[in-house]
């Protein structure tokens, strides 16, 4: 069949036409309806990615949810909406495929208590077929990871992680899989951004390959099984994501997560089209994402000619608000695993005068930034430098009377702090290390205590620090300073292998984080969010 894209365009024009209702029907022309519907099958997938353990949902800022506050997601809700898109599906003729992009991990006190478990019940209640492995899949080791895998039914994917001298995953993690739904078949690829091997802790026996290659060896595969139509389930993000389109051939469907962006039609916040078209190397390939932590679930619907191709597309992504129904059995199911966090995430620790978000605690300065780096400083004494990483702030404070599980949610990695001796020299090239990723958001970016620094984003990466100052001044390239971390960046983590290999003195077993700015909040009783220009662009 020869590739047409002006063809393929006209009949994007008439699938959009008609989708007025949350899931309503988006073919509009009934004879290009029967006309494709004659070639090959109709099917819809149904996605999501970046839950992040958020069950009950995320205020604005991402802060927990309160009751009589705005609050988008929960499982609930999100399975509610999944259950009508699947039932919509249904009485369409189309094939329905609910597709998770990963990082179901790490977020929110669920994690922390479950370790998985309570994701891995959610998802067998609403049916997920397929999952890609994310990054945060991996904070806990090995033997968190195996834990989930040996209770979900369906398969976790990743096309790009060599797991074969892991014996713990070694034969729970497949390149690819092939569904089928309703008497259609696809093939399904997983990717994993190799970030994961610095920003997570997956252990020495996993290895994180090149994903474009990856991809393109397991995309021939299906096709060599006779699969016509394969989506990818990507976990490397937005950027990553067009390149893996106009790379690698075979290529359908991409269902994104990671750089947790919305992409989507009329809907506020979104940074592009649902789906985003990109050509490829031999067909057109579309790009779906749908920001995070269950605030919106998507639905791709993809009529196929005979040979599997798409000869036809139409979406909608759907805000998972108050007015979604929940679904009573997964209700149920969060219930149960919320019983025995009431008692320790209710207990309160103090009161913020103002709400402190995380939305951009990767990219620049921010109050929460600076409230946890204030914090561990002052609990480490004979430290002058405090030094945290952005990508360890998984929630927002709210404003109002604050719990220990509005900390947890924050910091729900179990990092402990980390104290270390070093030269000024390989200070700075720690702080290079956290800007580097600039001017993209990037977990490593550093917030700061007891030192000011000024950066060039547009610096070529490793020039970008233009001054750095302690109270004493600015910063010796020789003095050997008192710094506290965290043991997640002292060991390397984020790519602070500076930290690690330049240390002249080091302890790791310190506090742990979170019972360190919740006794931080305790002792002083009342916070508001500051921002002091301590790190400052110029």
Same mark, same amino acid.
């Given at each position: ?16 036409a008609a989708a007025a209702l949350p899931w309503a029907a988006p073919l509009a022309a009934p004879a290009l309806r029967r006309a494709l519907a004659a070639d090959g099958a *109709? ?36 399975? +509610? ?88 995953? *070694? ?109 490829g190397r031999d067909r057109d390939v579309r790009i779906t994402q749908v920001a995070c932590h269950g605030r919106y679930l998507g639905r791709l619907d993809l009529d196929l000619? &005979? ?30 695993y919320a019983k025995p966090l009431g008692e320790l995430r209710l207990r309160p620790v103090g009161l913020a005068e103002a709400s402190f978000p995380n939305e951009t605690c ?19 004494? &004979? ?7 952005? +990508? ?144 400052? *662009? +110029?």
């Amino acid at each position: 069949m020869r590739h047409d894209p002006t063809i393929r365009l006209s009949r994007r024009t008439l699938l959009r036409a008609a989708a007025a209702l949350p899931w309503a029907a988006p073919l509009a022309a009934p004879a290009l309806r029967r006309a494709l519907a004659a070639d090959g099958a *109709r099917i819809a997938l149904i996605h999501l990615n970046d839950f992040h353990s958020k069950h009950e949902g995320v205020a604005d800022g991402g802060a927990t949810c309160r009751e009589g506050l705005p609050c988008a997601g929960t499982s609930p809700r999100l399975a +509610g909406a999944i259950r009508e898109a699947r039932a919509a599906a249904f009485a369409e003729g189309r094939a329905p495929f609910l597709l998770d992009a990963g990082d179901q991990f790490m977020g929110s006190l669920f994690y922390t208590h479950h370790r998985g478990l309570a994701e891995a019940a959610v998802q067998r209640a609403v049916g997920t077929m397929a999952m890609a492995l994310g990054n945060h899949e991996f904070d806990n080791g090995p033997e968190t990871l195996a834990r989930y895998a040996a209770a979900v039914p369906f398969p976790l994917l990743s096309a790009n992680l060599d797991a074969r001298a892991e014996p713990l995953l *070694r034969d729970r993690i497949t390149a690819s899989t092939i569904l089928e739904s309703n008497g259609a078949r696809i093939g399904v690829i997983g990717l994993t951004t190799t970030e994961t091997a610095t920003s997570s802790s997956p252990g020495p026996t996993l290895v994180f390959t090149d994903p474009i290659e990856a991809a393109a060896r397991a995309a021939d595969g299906l096709r060599r099984q006779g699969i016509g139509t394969v989506v990818v389930l990507s976990h490397l993000g937005l950027p990553a994501d067009r390149r893996l389109a106009a790379e690698v051939p075979g290529i359908d469907a991409i269902v994104g997560g990671h750089s947790h962006l919305l992409l989507a039609n009329g809907l506020p916040g979104a940074v592009g089209p649902y789906p985003t078209v990109i050509g490829g190397r031999d067909r057109d390939v579309r790009i779906t994402q749908v920001a995070c932590h269950g605030r919106y679930l998507g639905r791709l619907d993809l009529d196929l000619a &005979g040979d599997g191709r798409v000869a036809a597309d139409a979406g909608t992504v759907r805000p998972i608000g108050p007015e979604v129904a929940p679904d009573a059995e997964v209700q149920a199911v969060v219930a149960e695993y919320a019983k025995p966090l009431g008692e320790l995430r209710l207990r309160p620790v103090g009161l913020a005068e103002a709400s402190f978000p995380n939305e951009t605690c990767r990219d620049g300065e921010c109050a929460l930034g600076n409230l946890v780096a204030e914090a561990a400083l002052a609990r480490s004494p &004979g430290a002058e430098i405090a030094i945290v990483n952005g +990508g360890g702030l998984r929630a927002g404070l709210p404003a109002g009377t604050l719990t220990y599980g509005d900390v947890l949610a924050v910091l729900p990695f179990g990092n402990t702090l980390a104290t270390l001796t070093i030269r000024g020299g390989a200070l700075r090239a720690a702080l290079e290390n956290g800007l580097s990723r600039l001017p993209g958001p990037a977990g490593r970016f550093p917030h700061l205590a007891g030192l000011r620094v000024t950066f060039d984003p547009a610096a070529p990466p490793g020039q970008r620090l233009r001054e750095a100052r302690t109270a004493d001044g600015p910063l010796d390239p020789d003095r050997a300073y008192r710094v506290v971390t965290i043991n997640f960046m002292r060991g390397g983590g984020d790519g602070y292998a500076v930290l690690r290999n330049e240390a002249l003195e080091a302890y790791d077993d310190g506090p742990a984080l979170e019972e360190v700015v919740a006794d931080y909040l305790q002792a002083r009783g009342r916070v508001a969010p500051v921002l002091d220009g301590r790190i400052g *662009r +110029g």
